[in-house]
């Protein structure tokens, strides 16, 4: 696989982390708790995070990742995060709003601030040291972005949560020939009543989901299962798809 997965699962257990995906030295897709894995050193280093949505295991520790960073830059440098508009809209109001966390978009100051927001579009790339990543909407409970980077010669992608919506067969289809795709399958089938309240898949959703697709990716992973649920989903994947705890 082309990037690190930091953190795959779908809730807190033990050392397996909720979801951090690592890009590059200098870029992460969101900051769940499996942002631990990294050290010090390694997260002073981060300075472009790209965001799939607000709920809490995939953002829960990018306030504490970005205190990291505080002392470490250069005034003049700054970590851009990347996401939709209501992303940032949700961190403003329920993060950085002096109550939860200090607002670090005009810390030290609005002139010259940690964190810049950088708003994007599903459809739209951004390309950084060579590496293109481009966001296309999931279907979720609130606004999502899957992402699909492109990077030494392979394209992966990154789905995030999502229930299964034909829009979403179409945006992956969109993207052309995968080389490795990262779905997440959060509850069992006998429990797809659930699934599909809160807009997420199970085995046989996913089942759906990789079906209309028009090629099928080289490699398929799983990730975000609910830990409580791990051992009645495992048995129900398919053998060839690689699980990702």
């Known amino acids: 696989m082309n990037i690190n ?5 779908g ?3 033990g050392l397996s982390g909720s979801t951090c995906l690592q890009i590059s030295e200098t870029i992460l897709i969101d900051a769940g708790t499996g942002i631990s894995q990294l050290n010090l050193a390694q997260m002073q280093q981060v300075r472009h995070i790209f965001l799939s949505h607000s709920h ?3 953002i829960c520790c990018l306030p504490m990742l970005l205190a990291n960073l505080f002392n470490a830059l250069d005034p003049s440098q700054s970590v851009t995060l990347y ?3 209501d992303t940032f809209a949700a961190l403003k109001a329920h993060v950085f709003n002096w109550v939860i966390w200090p607002d670090m978009t005009v810390m030290p100051s609005a002139e010259k601030p940690l964190v810049r927001l950088q708003e994007i579009a599903a459809g739209e790339s951004v390309t950084i040291e060579g590496i293109e990543i481009k966001a296309f909407a999931t279907y979720h409970t609130v606004p999502t972005f899957g992402y699909a ?3 030494a010669g392979q394209l992966t992608a990154f789905v995030a949560d ?4 034909e829009s979403v067969v179409s945006a992956l289809n969109a993207l052309g020939p995968l080389d490795a795709i990262i779905l997440e399958c959060s509850f069992p089938n006998e429990l797809e009543a659930i699934a599909l309240q809160s807009c997420h898949l199970t085995p046989h959703l ?6 209309g697709l028009t090629e099928q990716p080289k490699r398929i992973w799983i990730n975000h299962l609910k830990p409580d649920l791990a051992e009645r989903i495992q048995p129900q994947l398919a053998p060839d798809w690689q699980l990702l705890l």
């Open 11 to 13: 809730g807190l257990a």
């Open 83 to 85: 996401g939709s508009k």
């Open 56 to 58: 809490s295991d995939h």
């Open 162 to 165: 999502t229930g299964y919506a």
């Open 149 to 151: 980077v492109r990077k």
């Open 206 to 211: 996913c089942e759906k989901l990789l079906g």
């Open 5 to 9: 997965l930091l953190g795959a699962s």
